[in-house]
């Protein structure tokens, strides 16, 4: 899934109207590669991405929708102050996408 | 005797190697897994890069500071990954990874740093739309570009220095929209044998950047796929892209500040709501002192001195006699740094009336998807019955991105001066917390 190089984006994933949030990877992307699941699909990113890094950079374009029915998000801030990229983490509860570390194994689940 | 330090960025570091340097173990809370703060964050263990490619000019003092910071760590009790969510005479609520914990203090000196300060347009709340601290973030921690064409728009030196940031590793961004226009930059600096203003100019045009002055975006498409955006003359443009990061200028984070019961004050320059404090950093409360960006935007530079004379003032304070020479020279660059900063914040204003005539259909909270129109029909008298009528401020960032602009909209709606609507009051917990 990754280039081995691991300098080129993955530009798929997100079908349309999701939110289409694709980060792309510049710097520093030959790290290891660690597998992990979203919404019970295998997925993969790289060790040292948070999680919100290894969903949009995956091509998965959000990390929750709005509870209020206005859409998909994708947090804001990056730095644990707006509080809008709450993800569940199974075994763990609801964390911060943007401040946790992607764990090998993790079992991510979107709302 | 015992002491607490909030935040380990430039303020924090600074603080707790003054008390440490006069024989004290303080406390030392940090809500990261680490210390650096958020200009001198550093990558996760397996980043290459090193000082001098991730902090760029301030390399060496990054370099000075996580070395202080190593060093400091043993001398202290220090607990990273904690976050303090309230805050009380004498004691204080942390947790770390679920664990609570309360803990006694007699002083306290809060570095709690700042966030990006933005003006909500429609569409801003979808993917693809950031601040811009979260798209260097991005780059500086995780090596990534929010997106392939990226508009940025703002105001300020990390506009800029963003743009270029994005430009030297290869992702130029498409569109860069500052919403001074340069004829106020270049004017709001006389007397300075510096000008930010011109600095910023020569080196965006050395960047090869192109800058659009004077102006602002008005909506984000459906799906993050295009920006519409005004320029100096009063054209609509519409640009495609995929990503859109925006921020104009930072606050400061006072949440802590204000449930100590610290008083705040208004500043007009700022536009923004600040605790007070003496020279040397000491709220109104006693044993509470504010240090760095979290008092009052003023930078890493700032930073690091408020945060020895904030730790200078807490030893006067216990009876310790620093030297004075210290303390005066630390005065004195304290106030040439900030007669510096406030040409910058003359140079590089916060766009309150975009603020206030945003479309009525902007989600101006995105926690609780509320309105600029719920807002205005409030027509609260202050803006904490304008919270109460429209939960504006009530979701979990606490007002601290929709704070700023939703005064600017209620006072506009009221026809009232901006600092006659108040400020949101603050809460615990400060984030959200399994209790
Ligand atoms: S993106 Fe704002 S808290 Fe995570």
Not at chain 2, 312 to 339: F, H, M, N, S
Request: proline share 7%; net charge positive; glycine share 12%.
């Amino acid at each position: 899934m990754l280039d081995p190089k691991g300098r080129v984006v993955m530009v798929s994933g997100a079908p349309r109207g999701v939110g289409r949030a694709i980060a792309e990877r510049l710097l520093d992307q030959d790290r290891p590669v660690v597998d992990f699941f979203l919404d019970g699909a295998p997925a993969q990113a790289r060790a040292g991405d948070t999680l919100l890094t290894a969903i949009l950079a995956g091509g998965h374009g959000h990390v929750r929708h709005s509870e209020f029915g206005d859409g998909p998000r994708a947090g804001f801030c990056w730095m644990g102050a707006c509080q809008d990229c709450f993800v569940l983490v199974e075994g763990r509860g609801a964390r911060r996408a943007c401040g946790t570390l992607l764990e090998p194994g993790m079992k991510l689940r979107r709302r | 005797m015992s002491v607490v330090v909030v935040g380990a960025g430039p303020a924090g570091v600074r603080a707790v190697e003054r008390l440490v340097a006069a024989g004290l173990r303080p406390i030392w809370i940090e809500e990261a897994p680490d210390g650096g703060g958020r200009v001198f964050q550093k990558p996760p263990p397996g980043f290459s890069r090193g000082h001098r490619a991730l902090y760029g000019a301030d390399h060496g003092r990054a370099f000075a500071l996580h070395a202080a910071l190593a060093a400091l760590k043993p001398l202290t009790d220090w607990r990273p990954d904690t976050l303090v969510w309230n805050l009380r005479p004498g004691d204080l609520d942390v947790v770390s990874d679920g664990t609570h914990e309360r803990l006694g203090w007699e002083r306290i000196i809060l570095c709690t740093g700042a966030m990006d300060r933005v003006v909500p347009i429609p569409g801003w709340t979808q993917p693809g739309v950031t601040s811009l601290g979260a798209a260097q973030i991005a780059l500086k921690t995780q090596g990534l570009a929010i997106g392939r064409r990226v508009a940025l728009c703002g105001t300020g030196p990390l506009l800029l220095l963003l743009a270029q940031q994005l430009t030297k590793v290869g992702a130029p961004p498409v569109l860069v929209l500052e919403s001074a226009a340069w004829s106020t930059t270049l004017r709001a600096v006389p007397g300075l044998a510096w000008n930010p203003a011109a600095a910023l100019r020569g080196m965006a045009w050395r960047a090869g950047l192109k800058v659009q002055t004077g102006a602002v975006p008005l909506r984000v498409e459906e799906g993050c796929t295009a920006l519409r955006w005004r320029d100096s003359r009063g054209w609509e443009h519409r640009t495609e892209v995929d990503a859109v990061a925006m921020g104009w200028g930072l606050k400061p984070e006072t949440q802590l500040a204000d449930l100590a019961g610290a008083r705040f004050a208004f500043d007009r320059l700022q536009r923004l709501w600040l605790p007070e404090r003496d020279a040397a950093g000491r709220a109104s409360v006693p044993g509470v002192y504010l240090a760095g960006d979290g008092a009052s935007i003023g930078g890493s530079v700032v930073a690091e001195l408020a945060g020895t004379r904030a730790a200078l003032a807490v030893l006067q304070d216990i009876g310790e006699k620093p030297d004075p020479l210290e303390t005066t020279l630390l005065d004195r660059a304290l106030a040439r740094e900030a007669r510096f900063r406030r040409a910058l914040e003359r140079a590089f204003p916060y766009p309150h009336a975009l603020a206030a005539a945003m479309p009525d259909e902007t989600l101006l909270c995105r926690c609780e998807a509320i309105t600029a129109a719920e807002m205005r029909a409030s027509a609260a008298p202050e803006i904490n019955r304008g919270k109460a009528a429209t939960r504006v401020g009530m979701g979990r960032c606490q007002g601290r991105l929709c704070g700023p602009p939703a005064a600017e909209v209620l006072a506009q709606a009221i026809g009232c001066d901006i600092a006659e609507v108040g400020r949101l009051r603050g809460q615990m917990p400060v984030k959200p917390v399994v209790l």
